[in-house]
């Protein structure tokens, strides 16, 4: 046995009648594809249903499997709190799932809060389901902060388990797609919100779950999606099978898109291990970048490597230019991993005898020391990317006027809190942005006294 289908669908409360009063019928075309669902699952008889919701407990680090022998639900946040759910759990497939991820150190498994109830994520899938059929323990699993090749990874590990088992097994992927459509909407619009609905129904009517994984995670919080990590489960759990692929629905009336789609897995197809792909595809992209890097990166790279493998910086080598050896500058070294920042710690002027000494010294913190992060693993290391900024002397300021986003960074202190951003952030376009996350970091008030410091960076990329 194994996973026999799997299905996206949104989630909205107002689909069903008792919360909608009629309003439900501007979504008649995803009404009609859940009943069509519905029917399909109750067609195959699973002994378990996957959950996988945005709703449900979520964490930045870990994925949460809910524990416990039962969980129970109702509409009541909604208005019909006399809709109510009540479902057994398959301890057994949690309980291989969660061992799996800690013999591995995967970060997934039932550590955590303790949730009985079930969100509507989870509960507006089993009110068309349970009309149908009462076939199917619950399996309900949150998403996480984690990057998208760790959703599919866990998505893998779920078919795993299923497999193992012997299990026969539906994957219900819930989520809304964009909630920034038109104008009108509770959200109101954003450009990306059509581009991504367009995107990712065109990915889904293909089956290209591949491209799941490249989808812009700046991109998709501009187009405020809910579900996409859940649909990267959902392909995880299908990797190297073929899939016929059917589009039921798609609706942005209210604003926010509906998609609905079921997938059926065939044939084992080596073509489709699309994390494998992914991931072959992004360390060749770093030894692309690695071939193009300056004798300031390259050093920080080497450091990273050296003290992440054998706890130990390197000595300098023979190719550290002239400047990096004798003149003295404020550092920052930042480190991304599959495009999402992993590490950045500097200083804002000289702590050390030279550039290269700045640059070996903030290199270590970035990768083991910043307490936004677990120290980097032997494991990241082909798929880091550095940069190294040295900074100017900071001038002081009369006012937000003498600031510019793409050229200066800036230094915002209260008495003695400070807090420091670089230059040309993305996603930081205005100087009232730059001030107002700079005193975040430095932990300073919105009404306190402030003076302004800015500088300028040479960025080595």
Not at 7 to 19: G, K, T
Not at 46 to 71: C, N, Q, R, W
Not at 146 to 167: C, D, F, N, T, W
Request: hydrophobic fraction near 40%; glycine fraction near 10%.
């Amino acid at each position: 046995m194994a996973i026999e289908a799997a299905y996206m669908v949104p989630h909205p409360p107002m689909i069903l009648p008792r919360i909608g009063k009629g309003a439900e019928g501007q979504i008649q075309k995803t009404v009609h594809s859940f009943e069509q669902i519905a029917e399909e699952i109750a067609g195959i008889c699973p002994e378990t249903l996957i959950i996988l919701s945005p709703h449900a407990v979520m964490y930045a680090d870990y994925f949460h499997i809910s524990p416990g022998k039962s969980a129970r639900g109702d509409f009541g946040r909604f208005g019909a709190g006399e809709v109510r759910f009540e479902e057994t759990l398959d301890e057994e497939l949690v309980r291989e799932i969660d061992k799996d991820a800690r013999r591995d150190a995967f970060p997934a498994g039932t550590l955590g809060e303790r949730d009985r109830q079930l969100d509507h994520g989870v509960m507006v899938p089993l009110y068309f389901i349970r009309e149908k059929t009462r076939a199917g323990r619950i399996v309900r699993i949150g998403l996480s902060g984690l990057p998208l090749s760790a959703h599919y990874e866990l998505g893998q590990r779920i078919r795993a388990a299923v497999e193992h088992l012997g299990r026969r097994a539906v994957v219900v992927a819930s989520g809304d797609l964009s909630h920034k459509l038109q104008t009108y909407g509770p959200y109101g619009f954003a450009r990306e919100g059509p581009e991504y609905d367009a995107r990712l129904m065109d990915v889904c009517r293909r089956g290209a779950f591949g491209e799941l994984l490249e989808f812009d995670e700046a991109f998709c919080e501009r187009a405020a999606e809910c579900g996409h990590r859940s649909f990267v489960i959902m392909a995880g759990a299908l990797d190297g099978r073929e899939v016929e692929a059917r589009v039921l629905s798609h609706e942005d009336v209210t604003g926010v898109g509906y998609g609905v789609c079921a997938f059926r897995p065939g044939s084992v197809s080596g073509q489709r291990r699309f994390l494998e792909t992914y991931r072959e595809a992004q360390k060749e992209r770093i030894r692309e970048i690695m071939a193009h890097e300056d004798p300031y990166v390259r050093l920080a790279r080497l450091t990273v490597e050296s003290f992440v493998r054998e706890g130990r910086k390197p000595a300098l080598p023979e190719w550290v230019t002239p400047q990096m050896r004798t003149e003295k500058a404020g550092v920052f070294v930042s480190i991304h991993a599959r495009g999402r920042l992993r590490g950045c710690i500097g200083t804002i002027g000289s702590t050390r005898s030279c550039i290269a000494e700045e640059i070996r010294e903030n290199a270590v913190s970035a990768a083991m020391r910043d307490p936004r992060f677990d120290p980097v693993r032997e494991d990241e290391l082909p798929f880091l990317e550095i940069h190294v900024d040295v900074l100017s002397r900071p001038e002081r300021i009369g006012g937000r006027e003498e600031l510019d986003v793409k050229r200066y960074g800036v230094i915002v202190s209260s008495g003695g809190k400070r807090g420091l951003l670089l230059p040309d952030l993305e996603g930081v376009d205005t100087v009232e942005e730059q001030i107002r996350i700079a005193m975040q970091k430095g932990g300073i008030g919105a009404h306190e006294r402030i003076t302004l410091e800015r500088f300028e960076v040479v960025r080595h990329r």
